[in-house]
């Protein structure tokens, strides 16, 4: 089987425990980034790995945003979601390393906590490049590999585990990743430790 389809069941294994599973992570840190992030949003936004939807409750009703995942299990939630927050979203299975839009197709593109999955994350990085447009915007919402010895190490020892269970590598150096994809220009705040981070990068088209 190859790799995609891997991470892809993983996912669609995982849909029913996700939010029940992430809940810690949820109340601990990322619910607020995830506010935060909203506030940022405008006019036509796509957001790559919807998952099961965990942003939905808190986009702002002035954006038309479109969603998309390649797993169609996470999806089903994230559905669910746009219903019971009566939102607005065309949720959409697609990968994120084969983006089904023109070039320059939206004003702002968003992620939280995706590229630790993407099977080939430059090849998705440079998608999101091509479909943002240059005076657009694009946050990000990120984990990755420490730059502590001992807890790099440890995230080293424990991403086969997560990897098999998800399909989320604990370990991925996600800002190296944006820069072989070709940004220079890429703002990055520590959120907690220097594990979680807020990435944006606009005018990247210049
Ligand atoms: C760790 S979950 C995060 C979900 C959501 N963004 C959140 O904040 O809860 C990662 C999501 O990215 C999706 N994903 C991973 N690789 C993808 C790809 N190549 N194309 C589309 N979705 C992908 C997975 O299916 C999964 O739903």
Excluded at 179 to 184: E, P
Aim: glycine share 6%; aromatic share 8%; proline share 3%.
């Amino acid at each position: 089987m190859d790799i995609n389809e891997k991470i892809r069941k993983r996912y669609d294994r995982a849909s029913s425990l996700y939010d029940i599973l992430e809940q810690p992570m949820e109340i601990m840190t990322l619910k607020r980034w995830r506010t935060e992030v909203m506030k940022e949003l405008q006019g036509d936004v796509l957001e790559i790995g919807v998952g099961t939807g965990k942003n939905i409750q808190y986009y702002p009703d002035n954006i038309n945003v479109t969603a998309i995942d390649f797993s169609e299990k996470m999806l089903e939630k994230a559905r669910e979601k746009s219903d019971i927050y009566n939102k607005k979203v065309k949720l959409i299975h697609m990968d994120a390393q084969n983006i089904g839009f023109p070039d320059n197709s939206f004003d702002c593109v968003f992620t939280t906590c995706v590229f630790c999955s993407v099977p080939d994350p430059v090849k998705g990085l440079k998608e999101i490049k091509r479909v943002c447009k240059g005076d657009g915007k694009i946050i990000m919402i990120e984990h990755e590999r420490s730059e502590n010895r001992a807890i790099g190490l440890l995230m080293d020892i424990f991403n086969p585990i997560t990897l098999n269970l998800y399909g989320a590598n604990i370990n991925r150096r996600t800002v190296d990743n944006i820069k072989k994809a070709g940004f220079t220009k890429i703002d990055v705040t520590n959120l907690k430790s220097d594990i979680l981070k807020k990435i944006v990068i606009h005018n990247f088209k210049n």
